[in-house]
């Protein structure tokens, strides 16, 4: 199939590159001002961010299982609703959402290409996302659910994280596309995590990137961008 006719995909990242700040710390920070997590389950977040910034090695999907602590054992219809309100309330509300992703994505779609976020964050905050801005889909970490539908706090598959975000996108468009019919042709990112995206991408974009993120783009030639100029309400 020549390069025209293939399928075009852009995936951006959702944290500190499609928003401004982490909405799981946000969300964190949400369920602790609603007493619906515990101090020692905080703490532990915490701790455990704090190594994170450092650069340690750390488990994704034991830090999303302290996370849903909060909701184990409800509905996922009730949690789902629930974590689209808190993107309504705390993303979308407070405009972190930025518009030059908006610009972005719709110059994007105009163009005919197929706009994905592709994500580490939770799946249901993303999905309230594609109610108001021009994403077509979301790849996102799931948490599993029991067989009463009722969420439990173990993530479902992988965390959508590093290499796993181009593990995910060839997955999917595989599936939907079939091998060699589509092409990564851009990819948005803001975090070191996320060079394996961009390199898979005929395009790499380094937003407001963290150090490591931006050697990496010098050496790559990736184009970096400044999201960041709008300050934090």
Not at 137 to 155: K, N, P, S
Not at 173 to 197: F, I, Q, T
Request: hydrophobic content about 40%; overall charge neutral.
């Amino acid at each position: 199939m020549s390069e025209q006719a293939k399928h075009k995909i852009a995936a951006f990242d959702f944290d500190g590159t499609s928003i401004r700040g982490n909405s799981p710390v946000i969300l964190v920070r949400f369920l602790r001002s609603q007493g619906m997590l515990r101090k020692r389950v905080i703490s532990k977040v915490l701790a455990w961010a704090a190594a994170y910034k450092l650069r340690l090695p750390q488990s994704e999907a034991w830090v999303r299982g302290l996370v849903f602590t909060a909701f184990e054992g409800q509905s996922r219809e009730s949690v789902d609703a629930f974590l689209s309100d808190f993107y309504d309330r705390e993303i979308e509300a407070q405009g972190r959402f930025r518009p030059q992703a908006d610009e972005v994505m719709n110059r994007l779609r105009e163009e005919g290409v197929e706009v994905l976020i592709v994500s580490a964050t939770f799946g249901p905050i993303v999905r309230r996302a594609l109610d108001f801005h021009p994403i077509d889909g979301c790849l996102c970490t799931e948490m599993r659910v029991d067989a009463q539908g009722r969420y439990t706090t173990r993530v479902e598959g992988s965390c959508i994280e590093g290499d796993e975000k181009v593990r995910a996108i060839r997955s999917y468009a595989d599936a939907r596309y079939g091998k060699g019919n589509w092409e990564l042709v851009e990819a948005y990112g803001d975090h070191h995590s996320d060079s394996p995206m961009l390199k898979a991408a005929r395009r790499g974009f380094a937003v407001c990137p963290d150090n490591p993120l931006a050697r990496e783009a010098r050496r790559r030639e990736w184009t970096v961008l400044d999201w960041n100029r709008f300050e934090e309400k």
